[in-house]
């Protein structure tokens, strides 16, 4: 049974202002993202880490940043919301040590809306 | 370009009934394979995944899904649909030794009573 957990499950703010998503998993798991996922279209990958203080972008351009401190943390930070920022925001890990096929868990999803 | 598409957006289907949801895929080498269900309001859950071997593979929840190369295809089915498996519906992939996943744009399936 997969445990990943994200915080806030919505979050409606204004613009301008700083926020961080929350996404932490109790798995062990060494490969975490972040995608972003918007009605009607596929999602995207924003973030990856291999592990501890690795960050990678991923495919969609995306003006939010990310840290991996912990093996179990790895939040989402916007500097500053927009508009344009309004979507849904999934975390994932996978752990793909010892030769597990690394499928994706999921957590339940951020839902922002940047007024 | 390397891709997937999931050609149907909406597919509405009477309960008892069976279902098909098409995924089709464009990469150099056969990728590993999966099939997610997104409920509303929630992440996204494993249903199957192919990596290798038996190209029909059976997953949780009744469904199973069927690789073929030829076609570069992996579609989605279930001989008997509940009202249960409304939600959404999204194929991925990813190759070897990278496992940052691809979706498609998902498919929404309906069940009518």
């Known amino acids: 049974e997969a445990d990943i957990y994200q915080t806030p499950r919505y979050l409606v703010i204004g613009t301008g202002k700083k926020i961080t998503l929350e996404c932490s998993q109790t798995?062990?798991?060494?490969?975490m993202y972040w995608y972003q996922q918007d009605p009607g279209m596929e999602l995207h990958l924003i973030h990856y880490?291999?592990?501890?203080?690795?960050?990678e972008k991923g495919d969609l351009s995306s003006e939010s940043t990310v840290s991996r401190i912990r093996t179990e943390h790895f939040p989402l930070t916007l500097e500053s919301a927009r508009p344009s920022h309004t979507s849904q925001y999934l975390c994932?890990?996978?752990?793909?040590?010892?030769?597990?096929?690394?499928?994706?868990?999921f957590g339940e999803g951020s839902r922002l809306t940047v007024l | 370009a390397q891709s997937v598409t999931q050609p149907d957006i909406h597919i509405t289907v009477s309960e008892g009934a069976s279902l098909e949801l098409r995924c089709n895929y464009s990469?150099?080498?056969?990728?590993?394979l999966f099939w997610y269900v997104q409920s509303p309001g929630q992440g996204l859950q494993l249903l199957l995944k192919?990596?290798?071997?038996?190209?029909l593979v059976q997953g949780i929840k009744g469904f199973e899904a069927e690789f073929k190369r030829s076609q570069s295809s992996f579609n989605l089915r279930k001989p008997s649909v509940h009202w249960s498996d409304a939600a959404e519906y999204f194929c991925?992939?990813?190759?070897?030794?990278?496992?940052?996943?691809?979706f498609g744009a998902g498919t929404t399936v309906t069940v009518r009573a």
């Open positions: 990469y150099g080498a056969t990728p590993y």
């Open positions: 991925a992939v990813a190759l070897l030794d990278d496992y940052k996943l691809s």
């Open positions: 798995m062990g798991h060494d490969k």
């Open positions: 994932a890990s996978s752990d793909t040590s010892g030769g597990n096929t690394g499928e994706l868990f």
């Open positions: 880490s291999y592990g501890v203080n690795s960050t």
């Open positions: 192919y990596f290798s071997g038996d190209t």
